[in-house]
Nanobody, 120 residues
Framework: QVQLTESGGGLVQPGDSLRLSCVAS????????FGWYRQAPGKERELVAT???????NYADSVKGRFTISRDNTKNMVYLQMNSLKPEDAAVYYC??????????????WGQGTQVTVSS
């Protein structure tokens, strides 16, 4: 059972940057996809970005050109570099992992979330 732990959230002003990190408690089976989701108060959880074990990335239109997702397989980690933050980016950000175990079983894991607040 993989555990995901996020860190790096905080309070920033519009235009500032943050780098979120997520570490998995153990080695991850391949193939897999890491993702970042976010949920603002009263809103549905939405996909922000994904990165596959092969390195393919996908971004929500609202963050394209500002956010970058990356991973370090040697550390079992995924990152989200957030630049030019806007008030609408404020949310709890969740790390997500979808892995295929032994080539047959699909598993999904969620982190506990890290708060990002963007306010002047």
């Amino acid at each position: 059972q993989v555990q995901l732990t996020e860190s790096g959230g905080g309070l920033v002003q519009p235009g500032d940057s943050l780098r979120l990190s997520c570490v998995a408690s153990e080695s991850i089976f391949s193939p897999n996809t890491f993702g970042w989701y976010r949920q603002a108060p009263g809103k549905e959880r939405e996909l922000v970005a994904t990165i596959t074990s092969g390195g393919s990335t996908n971004y929500a239109d609202s963050v394209k050109g500002r956010f970058t997702i990356s991973r370090d397989n040697t550390k079992n980690m995924v990152y989200l570099q957030m630049n030019s933050l806007k008030p609408e980016d404020a949310a709890v950000y969740y790390c997500h992992l979808h892995e295929l175990v032994a080539g047959e079983l699909d598993y999904e894991y969620w982190g506990q979330g890290t708060q990002v607040t963007v306010s002047s």
